[in-house]
């Protein structure tokens, strides 16, 4: 299955080290947005996005919300979701994974680290 | 009779009136340490209400400054991501071209070989002509650099990364800038309840601190390289993902 990733981070920097790192392993197709409210618009005007990697900290709507929001949904239940953040706390962690964050990085990461966890949840969906 | 009693109310008055003057030279010196100390102190008020008044006028100045250097570390950030962007460019271009190079001296032996195989009798000329071509050596130095340039495509995966570190410290600059703006609401706050003579409510502002958590930075950011955190999201994840929601809800106390 050809991936198009969704990456959402307020960041530019950010956004263009995801990218990059998905390049290096081998994934060019990405549409990016720059808060969670913007993800929801693109994600509801692209059938074709199948896989989401957000901030958590943005502005409007944050990565907790954007998470939540898309689980509320049939159509996006079970849209992969990974999440790469600068927040290491356990509370932190428990409450993405409440959320059904399929996966879990916190910054700064490799891109062996964001391969990993692509093939992680790639091999449990 | 009546002369005692007088003389007596009136000696009266006098032992009062000299235990008042005697109270009022024991009270005069505290009077006296008392206006002194106000003295003292309402020239510190006034630096002190002065001081107030300055920083709170500062304090815009250096949260723009902040942001400031926010920009300018994104901005200089951008550009060295755009230059690894070109070296990773220019490098694939080097990685095609050793490649090719490579499939020609591939093609160049296969060629040599059928050369010989077809003229068999070239007295030592065959084995000069192939030393003097040196495909070994040259193949040898593009095998040389092509791991040159994987070391260059590493490192410069590497500066990519340390680079997060702009998004990291953009977020603990961001929480200095809350803290200072919340320092800001503080001081007109007091400035103001100050000048009503009321008491001072900070219970908003308080509230205002605690809401970080929805913020758009994180006030734990940190450039850590150890995998610390990320091996206890792994654990959490890994254990998490094997039991049902509500037993996870249940485990963390939701």
């Known amino acids: 299955m050809a991936l198009k990733f969704l990456v959402v981070d307020d960041s530019v920097t950010m956004r263009r080290i995801v990218a990059n790192s998905l390049k290096a392993i081998g994934y060019e197709t990405l549409v990016e947005a720059g808060d969670g409210k913007e993800a929801l618009s693109k994600l509801s005007s692209d059938d074709s996005i199948n896989f989401i990697i957000t901030d958590w900290n943005m502005p409007e709507v944050s990565g907790l919300e954007l998470v939540k929001s898309i689980r509320s949904t049939d159509k996006f239940a079970k849209l992969p979701i990974l999440m790469v953040t600068t927040r290491g706390l356990k509370e932190d962690i428990v409450e993405a994974l409440q959320a059904k964050v399929n996966n879990y990085i916190v910054k700064p990461f490799t891109p062996q680290i964001l391969r990993e966890k692509i093939d992680q949840i790639l ?3 | 009779m009546d002369n005692n009693s007088n003389m007596d109310q009136v000696f009266e008055k006098l032992g009062e009136l000299k235990s008042f003057f005697i109270f009022g030279q024991k009270v005069v010196p505290v ?5 002194d100390f106000m003295r003292d ?9 002065n001081s107030i008044q300055d920083s ?3 304090i815009p100045k250096a949260a723009s400054q902040i942001n400031s250097v926010t920009n300018a570390t994104e901005m200089a950030t951008s550009e060295i991501l755009d230059i690894v962007d070109s070296m990773a460019m220019d490098l694939s271009k080097i990685k095609n071209e050793l490649g090719d190079l490579k499939n020609g001296f591939f093609n160049q ?10 003229h068999p009798n070239l007295n030592g000329q065959f084995e000069a002509l192939q030393s003097g071509l040196s495909i070994d050596d040259l193949e040898t130095k593009v095998v040389a650099l092509e791991e040159i340039v994987k070391k260059i495509e590493n490192d410069s995966n590497n500066i990519t990364l340390s680079l997060q570190v702009q998004d990291i410290t953009s977020q ?11 320092v800001q609401m503080r001081l007109s706050k ?3 309840d100050l ?7 900070m219970s908003d502002i308080e509230a205002e601190d605690e809401n970080t958590r929805s913020a758009t930075f994180n006030p734990d950011a940190r450039y850590e390289k150890n995998s610390n955190k990320q091996d206890l999201a792994n654990e959490l994840f890994n254990s998490g993902q094997k039991t049902s929601q509500d037993e996870i809800d249940k485990l963390f106390g939701k």
């Open chain 1, 123 to 125: 091999a449990s969906a």
């Open chain 2, 31 to 35: 009077i006296q340490s008392i206006i």
């Open chain 2, 41 to 49: 102190v309402v020239p510190l008020m006034e630096y002190v209400n």
């Open chain 2, 56 to 58: 709170a006028s500062k």
């Open chain 2, 109 to 118: 032996r296969v060629a040599l070989e059928s050369f010989g195989n077809q």
């Open chain 2, 172 to 182: 603990q600059l961001a929480s200095v800038n809350h803290l200072i703006h919340s």
């Open chain 2, 190 to 192: 007091l400035m103001n």
């Open chain 2, 195 to 201: 000048s009503k003579k009321g008491p001072v409510d």
